[in-house]
């Protein structure tokens, strides 16, 4: 990735009027690695979704590896020129598709083998479930399957949400395991937000809090 993340002037509304950001910005370098922190409702997941391409702001600008998301299309900028991928803390899944192929349809449309997907599906736990759709999965599974999806499309740039939530004993340790394995490509920008500290996950991350619509740098952190 030639360029990373350069978000400016982010401001963006809730459906009521309440503000979620307030002229926000953050900067992360090709291949960075950035963990936000905030409390329950600050707006974390909306930034994530936001400088991912997902969803659009009332105001700011967005680039990402030098391609314009905001204003613009959003992530359908990237189609051809950079590869995103997206754990969402909630859902996440195509509802009407089973969790198989959940994982193949992106490989396909981007024009890539699907045969690593049943290896992927049973490392993770996940063949057994392969054939179900996500309203009949547990919560666990669903938050699996969307690590697996980021490790089988391996991306150029991760946007993680809440990405431990729901795990726990040997799952939460395959998580981390894959996560930290994401970033040993140095090229790999990496943004996660979460409640609590995570930066450990990403090798030299930087670290930000979000709180009253505005990022600043927690002091200390790299």
């Not at 590869?83 to 009407?96: D, E, K, Y």
């Amino acid at each position: 990735m030639a360029e990373g993340l350069i978000a400016s002037g982010l401001t963006l509304s809730a459906p009521d009027g309440r503000p979620i950001l307030r002229e926000a910005s953050l900067e992360i370098p090709p291949g960075g690695r950035a963990w936000i922190e905030g409390p329950p409702g600050s707006g974390k997941r909306a930034l994530l979704k936001v400088v991912a391409g997902l969803l659009p702001p009332e105001r700011g600008e967005v680039r990402l590896g030098g391609v314009r998301l905001w204003p613009g299309e959003g992530a359908m900028a990237l189609r051809g020129k950079l590869s995103a991928g997206f754990v969402f803390a909630q859902g996440g899944l195509l509802s009407n598709q089973t969790l198989r192929d959940n994982l193949t349809l992106p490989l396909r449309f981007a024009g890539r083998s699907t045969g690593e997907v049943e290896g992927v599906l049973e490392r993770l736990g996940l063949a057994s479930s392969a054939s179900l759709r996500p309203h009949a999965l547990g919560a666990r599974a669903r938050k699996l399957a969307q690590l697996a999806r980021v490790e089988l499309l391996q991306p150029e740039a991760i946007f993680l949400s809440e990405p431990l939530e729901d795990l726990e004993g040997p799952d939460l340790a395959l998580a981390e395991t894959l996560i930290r394995g994401w970033t040993a490509d140095p090229g790999r920008l990496i943004l996660g937000a979460a409640e609590i500290p995570g930066a450990a996950l990403l090798h030299g991350a930087q670290r930000w809090r979000l709180e009253a619509g505005r990022i600043q740098p927690i002091e200390g952190a790299p």
